[in-house]
C-alpha cells in the first residue's frame, strides 16, 4: 500500500520494504520542494542533484548562472540515472550531508530518443 505524502506527484510502481522510503516507509516529507538533474548516482543509495540558477549581479544589471548541488536519498523503488531531471523533498536529515529525499523522476526531453 502506497502512503499519501501530502505532494502531489505520481507514486513508483515498484514496492518497497525500505523504511527511509517516504511512499512505502514512515519517513515524513516536510518544507523545501526541489528540481534538479542527476549528476552523480555512483553511491548506493543517494544520489547528488545539481540545480542551476540565476543570480543578480548589480553592477551590470545581468544575471550569472550559479549552480549548486544538494545530495539526496534514493529510496529502492525509485529508478534514477545520471542526466535525469529528478524532483526532491526536504525530510529529517538522514545523515551528515543527506537531508533530502527524491519522490519524482521525469526523463529529460531533447535527447532524441
Known sequence: MVRNIGVSVVSPRKTCEDDLCPFHGTLSV??????????SSKAKKMVVVSREY???VPKYKR????????????P????????????????????????F???E?????????
Open 30 to 39: 516536510r518544507g523545501k520542494l526541489l528540481t534538479g538533474i542527476v549528476s
Open 54 to 56: 540565476p543570480g543578480p
Open 63 to 74: 544575471f550569472q548562472r550559479s549552480r549548486s548541488t544538494v545530495h539526496a536519498y534514493l
Open 76 to 99: 529502492e523503488c525509485i529508478d534514477v540515472s545520471e542526466g535525469e531531471e529528478v524532483r526532491i523533498a526536504e525530510c529529517r536529515p538522514l545523515s551528515k550531508t543527506v537531508s
Open 101 to 103: 529525499v527524491v519522490i
Open 105 to 113: 523522476v521525469s526523463k529529460k526531453d531533447g535527447s532524441g530518443n
